[in-house]
């Protein structure tokens, strides 16, 4: 696997954790037992489950959070072998929970993918698959034992139900998210445009192995960075206020440096960001946290404001 799809995988995993969290616990990178097999993500749903409303806004991610789930992230249409891989884990694995009477339960594996994989469908015998509260389109399931679905993004009806399943899609379907994504105005896109700040950062940076998808996905998002830019300032602005943050300017750009090093950041760093809005003005910092590395951040705040 080459430096690109890692990275790219990292950013689809993460939108994974953060749609399923309000119902259960995940694990990336989860290994199988009884094999090498290993799993994009795992999810356990909370026991007892929650007793608050489900958030609508989280769609076919309620769903999909319902049982025990495998889910798997493929950059392109999974060819047969990739696909009968992926059945070989689930067998792996709901083999390996018969020793965890607690967990005897039902597991899905989901595979998520843009384009369709025509020829892998066929193989195993998929067909459309939908049911009550379901998406009418976009769903395939395998003709196996285990219970393996395919969505691919590029397919599924342009509803609230499916939009952050469609932010994990490529080309003109992801250009239509991110654009229904900006127009949302509830507070719980916030997460999701952090996620996307963080991915355009990566793959903007010039030693980045860019693919054709990460040069469609920034041409896309360079559209509607600033307005993402601007909610995550005014997020972070009440965040501020809240812990009595003196200048709200600074509050949101704390929230952004804070984002790009995967971190918060110290008092010293906080003071050093004090003084450099005030040299050189928040604007010119926005550019900044979006186009340099965390290793040229980290030294930029550790060096004094009047160090040239």
């Keep these: 696997m080459t430096s690109s799809q890692v990275r790219h995988d990292s950013f689809h995993k993460a939108m994974v ?5 309000p119902f259960g616990k995940g ?3 989860h290994q199988i037992e009884r094999g090498v097999y290993f799993a994009d993500v795992w999810f356990e749903p909370a026991n ?3 007793t608050t409303p489900v958030p609508p806004h989280l769609g076919f991610w309620s769903e999909i959070a319902r049982t025990l789930a495998l889910v798997e992230n493929c950059r392109s249409p999974p060819t047969p072998q990739r696909l009968t891989d992926i059945v070989a884990r689930t067998l792996n694995k709901e083999h390996a929970l018969r020793t965890h009477p607690d967990k005897l339960a039902p597991v899905r ?3 998520i993918t843009h384009g369709r994989p025509t020829a892998a469908l066929e193989g195993w ?3 459309p698959h939908t049911e009550p509260e379901w998406p009418e389109t976009g769903i395939y399931r395998l003709a196996s034992v285990v219970s393996i679905f395919v969505l691919v993004g590029r397919e599924l009806p342009e509803t609230r139900q ?3 399943l469609r932010l994990m899609a490529g080309g003109l379907t992801l250009q239509r ?3 229904e994504l900006k127009a949302c105005e509830e507070p719980w896109t916030l997460p999701y445009k952090d996620l996307l700040v963080r991915r355009h950062v990566m793959v903007a940076q010039p030693n980045y192995p860019r693919s054709e998808d990460d040069d469609d996905f920034l041409q896309q998002f360079a559209e509607i960075a600033d307005r993402f830019v601007t909610n995550i300032r005014q997020e972070g602005r009440q965040e501020g206020r809240q812990e009595g943050w003196k200048d709200g300017r600074q509050d949101g750009l704390r929230r952004l440096f804070g984002l ?3 971190r918060p950041l110290t008092e010293a760093e906080v003071e050093v960001l004090h003084r450099r809005v005030a040299e050189l003005g928040p604007n010119l910092l926005d550019e900044l946290v979006l186009t340099s590395t965390a290793e040229e951040l980290d030294e930029w705040l550790a060096t004094s404001p009047d160090t040239p």
């Design 27 to 29: 694990e990336v990178e």
């Design 177 to 179: 998210a991110l654009e």
């Design 17 to 21: 954790l953060q749609a399923t969290a």
């Design 48 to 50: 007892p489950q929650p």
């Design 260 to 262: 790009r090093l995967q």
């Design 125 to 127: 015998g998929a067909r």
């Design 109 to 111: 594996t989901w595979v």
């Design 162 to 164: 499916t939009l952050l």
